[in-house]
């Protein structure tokens, strides 16, 4: 569960970084507003040569204080604003004012021309535009009467879209010419990998999700390295060893009144002997001190004995040092060990050794020169005795053992 989590928050970050790089690719410019559109399709020529398409009047706003600043926003773009008036339309003051700001002109020849007037041409010198001798200008400025000019008019600065077609790439602006080497301006139909949007704008279309090569690169190298991550954390989990079920011991100063600061803990396996757990000792005993084990009654100070229930803690068997040949008989002689029990070995019993088997496996065999207890085998025709731990009564009476 902690793996698909990590992996599910990292999928969620990588989604929503991406996204970030198509924002400007698929918003459109405002419908309405002169000011606004002009300022957006300048903020597009960031992207690529913009082609903007006049299909009915337009209309002028001034400028204000951004006046210059949009000026300085034209010159500073290294792509073009190209305008396009097509056959019978009627550009409109504001349509007017904007063939003064592009780079480029496609106009027909059967073309409204409006003329500026003078408000509008004061808020254009006003903005920088109109300056010095410019003839565009001129032509397109108050004249005598009120009737447009034609398209065939400004033939002297634009080019006719129906005799000129031009292919303008987003990385190479040098026009290639399809049909008349001596052509002036771009194809009336836009330049390649290009879209019209409600606006009349035309800007470099954006790939089908709207993210860039750069931003898709960037997205699959992020995703590599995030499986390359998880992949690192999964060995590393699973080459910990495993973790011990359990409670940690505490330590001699947290002990509590009902356990003594050397008691034994329920961390790692008790070694108690069969005869001594059946007695009611060891750590899985049920007395009512401080050091119960897991079903004990012992002290719960720090809650390590009166939590929730935990997983059954798995206790090593403890170690086989003899063999169990039953219970202890009554009558014995006394030996010594001549040799180590483990479990068979040789005792001296009245000056003759004798092999002996060990028969007290919860206990380490005794050392040699020690003195046990034997008793002969049960089993019949068998010349091995059984080694007992030695009684102390039958010792008490001062018996030396033989040298």
Partial sequence: MGRLSFLGVLVVLLVAWVPGGSASAARSCPAE????????WIDRADEGPVLITLEGPLEYQAMGDEQREVSRLLNAKAHPLVVRVPEGVHTGQGGTALLL???GLLIHPGAKIDRLEKSTLGDLKASGFCAGTDK???????????????????????????????????TDNNPSPNTSPSSGGPSPGGADGETDDPAGTTVPEASE?????????????????????????????????????????PSPGRAGPGRAAGALSRVGPARTTRAHAARGGGVAASGSGGAGGVGGNGGSDDGECGDAPTARLRVAPAPQHGRQVGPRPAHART???????????????????????????????????SLVDVTDARERDSDVLYAFPPTAARHAKGTTPPR
Avoid at 142 to 156: F, I, N, R, T, V
Avoid at 158 to 169: L, Q, V
Avoid at 216 to 228: E, G, I, N, S, Y
Avoid at 336 to 362: C, I, M, N, S
């Fill in 101 to 103: 700001f592009a780079k």
């Fill in 209 to 249: 999700a709207g993210y860039s090569n750069a931003t898709w690169t960037a997205f699959w190298m992020a995703l590599l390295l995030a499986l390359l991550l998880l992949a690192f954390v999964i060995v590393i989990r699973r080459s910990r060893g495993p973790v011990a079920v359990g409670h940690r011991a």
């Fill in 136 to 170: 565009l200008c001129g032509k397109v400025g108050p004249g005598e009467g009120s009737d447009p000019l034609k398209g065939s008019d400004l033939a002297d600065h634009a080019a006719d879209p129906d005799a000129n077609s031009f292919t303008i790439h987003d």
């Fill in 33 to 40: 507003g002169f000011k606004q559109r002009l300022v957006c």
């Fill in 335 to 369: 030996a010594v060990v001549r040799t180590e029990l483990h479990p068979q070995g040789y005792v001296e019993v009245d000056r003759v050794l004798r092999r002996a088997v060990w028969a007290e496996p919860g206990r380490p065999s005794p050392v040699p020169g």
